[in-house]
Nanobody, 126 residues
Framework: QVQLVESGGGSVQAGGSLRLSCAAS????????MAWFRQAPGKERDIAAT????????YHADSVKGRFTISRDNAKNTVYLQMNSLKPEDTAVYYC???????????????????WGQGTQVTVSS
């Protein structure tokens, strides 16, 4: 079992930055690909970024590429999402997720993830 707790959300003006953190419990954290998803009101939960278990490979959605960066520190059981140049359309609840699947270095679909945090709100005003 893996428990995930997000932090770092908040309100910021357009152009600002936030850094989200996701702390994981359990000794198997370093085995799991991790991801950040986001869900705006009335919309589906979509991938923002994902990172391989080792941290050596990442994927960023086109909508955040060049502005967001996912990283992880396996010694601290923590995954991060650095968000720069924030836009009002980035407003959403951001969720941390872990996948126990094997075969790929990372996954982009929500149904490929087994463990989820409670979410943290990010609000960007214009």
């Amino acid at each position: 079992q893996v428990q995930l707790v997000e932090s770092g959300g908040g309100s910021v003006q357009a152009g600002g930055s936030l850094r989200l953190s996701c702390a994981a419990s359990g000794r198997t954290f370093s085995r799991y690909p991790m991801a950040w998803f986001r869900q705006a009101p009335g919309k589906e939960r979509d991938i923002a970024a994902t990172i391989s278990a080792s941290g050596g490979s990442t994927y960023h959605a086109d909508s955040v590429k060049g502005r967001f960066t996912i990283s992880r520190d396996n010694a601290k059981n923590t995954v991060y999402l650095q968000m720069n140049s924030l836009k009002p359309e980035d407003t959403a609840v951001y969720y941390c997720a872990a996948s126990s699947r094997y075969g790929k270095v990372w996954y982009v679909n929500a149904d490929e993830y087994d463990y989820w945090g409670q979410g943290t709100q990010v609000t960007v005003s214009s």
